[in-house]
């Protein structure tokens, strides 16, 4: 008797526990380019973004964007940080999030507070469902400059003309459904709200303060491991604002590698939580393991 081969089986839920909190992990789907530049390293040679590519053990002809949301339970309140794809991703292999949820144990109607970090489609594109809210029972919260910016189109590139538009068709008709905050605020217990611009005009990361443990959801300071955090200097086309997103990446890097904080990264390699380690002038990413199982 021979043995056949079977389809590759791809872990989509992941949940940890830190300090009184509860971290999951989703992913809401993944999408295959078929080359690295663009939207990666654009300025690097070609013979350059090979040599990374053969560094890091991926290829140098295609990459991934991969998509995880993170939820957090804390303080009694679930939190959702970014809405995947919706329907919006349903002929790209995304928009999984909610069905994914419901295996993982959680309802829509259970959502407390959902937080964008931003507005790029990957992140607002689920906000609705057959045109009613998809979280229908949540607080919805958002950063005031990215929100403004949107809102108005000021400061946002032509390249983000599509993304405009979905903007004024998704959010737009629900704007006063949403609370817009600053740097600082606290949108349940122990998870507070830090500004992260440049990626998009007030793009937002969420801080989980649990005393000695941390985490920070930093949405797309970054967004890939090998050709952006490996090389945090290099042109990223999905930057709305490329020189404040590199100025964002470098100091974020530098804190969390510095205070050795978790992080949880949107298109980091699934399940998308780590730590990241100073390596002479760069970065690297260190996946979770076993550490908050023991």
């Known amino acids: 008797m021979s043995a056949s081969l079977k389809a590759p089986i791809r872990p989509a839920i992941h949940r940890f526990r830190l300090g009184e909190a509860d971290v999951t992990t989703i992913l809401d789907g993944a999408i295959v380019l078929p080359q690295v530049s663009p939207p990666y390293a654009t300025d690097m040679t070609e013979e350059r973004r090979a040599e990374v590519a053969h560094e890091n053990f991926v290829p140098a002809d295609k990459t991934e964007n991969a998509f995880t949301p993170t939820l ?33 144990g959680y309802a829509p109607e259970d959502v407390d507070v959902l937080a964008l970090t931003h507005c790029h489609p990957d992140h607002m594109g689920g906000l609705l469902t057959d045109g009613e809210m998809t979280f229908p029972n949540a607080r919805h919260v958002v950063g005031r400059v990215e929100f403004e910016a949107w809102s108005t189109g000021e400061g946002i590139p032509e390249k983000r003309a599509h993304n405009k538009e979905l903007f004024d068709k998704i959010v737009a008709p629900v704007a006063d459904r949403f609370d817009l905050i600053e740097g600082g605020a606290e949108i349940a217990p122990g998870l507070f709200a830090e500004e992260g611009f440049g990626h998009s005009p007030g793009h937002m990361m969420y801080r989980l303060d649990q005393g000695k443990d941390q985490l920070l959801v930093w949405g797309d300071v970054t967004n890939h491991y090998a050709f952006s955090l490996r090389h945090p200097r290099a042109a990223i086309a999905f930057d709305d604002h490329p020189e404040a997103a590199t100025a964002t990446r470098l100091r974020v890097l530098d804190m969390v590698a510095t205070d050795r904080i978790l992080v949880a990264g949107h298109h980091m390699p699934f399940p998308s939580v780590g730590y990241v380690e100073a390596t002479g002038d760069s970065y690297r990413w260190v996946p979770l393991t076993y550490q908050n199982w023991i």
Do not use: Q
């Open 72 to 104: 957090i339970t804390t303080g009694g309140k679930l939190v959702v940080f970014d809405t995947g794809w919706g329907a919006l991703g349903h002929d790209k292999g995304a928009g999984n999030l909610v069905a994914r949820m419901a295996e993982a």
